[in-house]
């Protein structure tokens, strides 16, 4: 499957965004999808994640209440709504995906996923 993630930009703190991952490829429906990010000199970190179904998801505690992921399988699109923006979630955002039998399932681990998107760079001014 490609990634094709879209949907950066740069807001003010407080403000919102809504990133995109447009997969193309094998079927859509297969795949636990996932957002992970990387600000400059860290380490790339888990965001959220969302199940086959759209049923489950989970979030890095840095953002739970403020972001969430959701998908359309019809269009084979995931969804990274942003709100209440900080600095500090500053980053490049990756979308990604792994083949999964459990319709149920997440993955919150990087080294899980199959597929990677370009990334995405997000810019929190304060």
């Known amino acids: 499957v490609q990634l094709q993630a879209s949907g950066g930009g740069l807001v003010q703190a407080g403000g919102s965004l809504r990133l995109s991952c447009a997969a193309s490829?094998?079927?859509?429906?297969?795949?636990?999808m996932g957002w992970f990010r990387q600000a400059p000199g860290s380490e790339r970190e888990f965001v959220a994640t969302i199940s086959r179904s759209g049923d489950n998801s989970h979030y890095a505690d840095s953002v739970k209440g403020r972001f969430t992921i959701s998908r359309d399988n019809a269009k084979n699109i995931v969804y990274l709504q942003m709100n209440s923006l900080k600095p500090e979630d500053t980053a490049v955002y990756y979308c990604?995906?792994?083949?999964?039998?459990?319709?149920?399932?997440?993955?919150?681990?990087?080294?899980?996923?199959?597929?990677w998107g370009q990334g995405t760079l997000v810019t929190v001014s304060s």
């Open positions: 990604a995906a792994e083949i999964r039998t459990s319709m149920v399932a997440i993955r919150s681990t990087a080294w899980n996923y199959d597929y």
């Open positions: 490829g094998r079927t859509f429906s297969d795949y636990v």
